[in-house]
């Protein structure tokens, strides 16, 4: 099997739901008696990663376009169970809800209409990783490799979104990026909208000096607020309170 062969089968695969999903279960089935041509593209065939990513952005935009699109940042991780994985330690991953020996990465999904796909993705380098070189040039880490927090991430994958030449009409994030005000300087200086959660904790500052977020929500009558639905689910419109 060719190597151009292989990227469907194993998108293919990863949509399984068999528990382990492996080379061999990936391209498994009728006419497929052998997975050396996925072993080969997962571990031999040379490939660049980013021009993937670009055509994978160009093709969902095409296919989702929509002028009231929203951009979506989010980190996921993969826990594992080793030390030599790039970027693992132990930290807090949303997969299982607490601190494991994990890696992280951090996605950008666009969101539309029609449908959502993710359209870039950064792998989250922890210090524990930029501040050892030689651990970062055993995992075939670059030299230039440096450390950047989650929002930074973010920031890079969204500029490089619109530098492209797309548009959406605003981006949306919990409060890791809602809390970063170098991101929310960079959206307004872009002239894009933004909906960021922020700790409610966070000051705010208004006409009559700074609040807390949680203290000028109590500040507003019931009647102000207005419930809006998240978009249609498989049980008519998704509201939360």
Not at 119 to 134: A, M
């Amino acid at each position: 099997m060719s190597p151009d062969a292989g990227p469907g089968g194993w998108c293919s695969g990863c949509c399984r739901t068999c528990r382990a999903k492996t080379a061999g279960r990936s391209r498994s089935g009728p006419g497929r008696p052998a997975p050396h041509g996925m072993q080969h593209l997962l571990c031999r065939a040379v490939w660049d990663a980013d021009a993937v990513r670009d055509d994978v952005r160009e093709y969902v935009v095409e296919h989702l376009r929509d002028e009231a699109a929203v951009l979506v940042v989010d980190e996921t991780g993969d826990v594992k169970k080793g030390t030599h994985t790039v970027g693992v330690q132990r930290q807090y991953t949303g997969t299982a809800g607490r601190i494991e020996n994990s890696q992280v990465a951090v996605y950008l999904v666009y969101s539309a209409k029609r449908g959502h796909a993710a359209v870039d993705r950064e792998l989250y380098i922890p210090r524990s990783w930029t501040c050892d070189p030689d651990r970062c040039r055993a995992a075939g880490l670059g030299e230039d490799t440096t450390f950047a927090t989650k929002p930074e991430l973010a920031r890079t994958m969204i500029e490089r979104f619109l530098d492209a030449g797309h548009h959406v009409g605003w981006v949306t994030g919990d409060e890791v990026y809602g809390g970063n005000p170098k991101l929310r300087t960079a959206l307004e200086e872009r002239g894009i909208g933004y909906v960021l959660a922020v700790a409610c904790s966070a000051e705010l500052p208004t006409d009559a000096g700074k609040f807390r977020a949680d203290a000028l929500a109590r500040k507003v009558s019931k009647r102000a607020w207005q419930k809006l639905s998240a978009g249609p689910g498989a049980k008519g419109q998704r509201f939360y309170d």
